[in-house]
């Protein structure tokens, strides 16, 4: 909590960004999560052994999202809403974006750049994209529909 504490207080007027894995409360606490987020990154497999091979793998936890918006509230920020990746980078026109930066590239032909498309939008829409949330406070600003979250699936379980 005091890292967002130091933030709320920090910013006087904007908004805070945060992507990471998570999930609401409601999800993070539920049946199917009873022994924790915990999950061990170690040679391109995942694992939920946090003592083993000590020093030789990533360990992560989930976000708990509801937590953020609580005390980033209490501390002066707004819950703006909620969603994943895919759809934040959805709305936010990712797919045009890249086409149109790929478009640019000289010295590919047309089934290197399609390939280097393709992998991209997997990667960040389809893997990463489901399982990375994107959660925007603000503070000091009015109201209004921001473009990330612009008629999507805006988690209201936060």
């Given at each position: 909590?005091?890292w967002?504490k130091?933030?709320?207080t920090a ?5 805070v960004?945060?992507i990471d894995y ?9 049946e199917r ?9 170690h040679q391109h ?5 946090a003592?083993?091979a000590?020093?030789?793998q990533?360990?992560t ?6 937590a953020l918006?609580?005390w980033?509230f209490?501390?002066?920020l707004q819950c ?5 990746q ?8 990712f ?14 032909d ?13 990667t960040?829409?389809?893997d990463m994209g489901?399982?990375?949330?994107v ?5 000091g ?7 990330g ?5 805006v988690n209201?379980?936060?």
């Open positions: 909590t005091e967002i130091e933030i709320a910013l006087k007027e904007g908004y960004l945060t998570g999930y609401p409360s409601s999800q993070l606490y539920s999560r009873k022994t924790g987020t915990i999950l061990c990154y497999t995942i694992n939920d052994y003592y083993a000590i020093g030789e990533d360990i936890a989930h976000v708990n999202f509801s918006c609580h980033g209490k501390y002066g703006c809403g909620c969603t994943n895919a759809n934040f980078l959805l709305a936010l026109g797919p045009v974006y890249l086409r149109s930066l790929l478009s640019q590239e000289t010295g590919q047309l089934l290197s750049l399609v390939k280097k498309e393709s992998f991209i939008i997997h960040l829409l389809a489901q399982k990375y949330k959660l925007i406070q603000r503070k600003i009015s109201n209004k529909e921001l473009m979250l612009h008629s999507l699936q209201e379980d936060i």
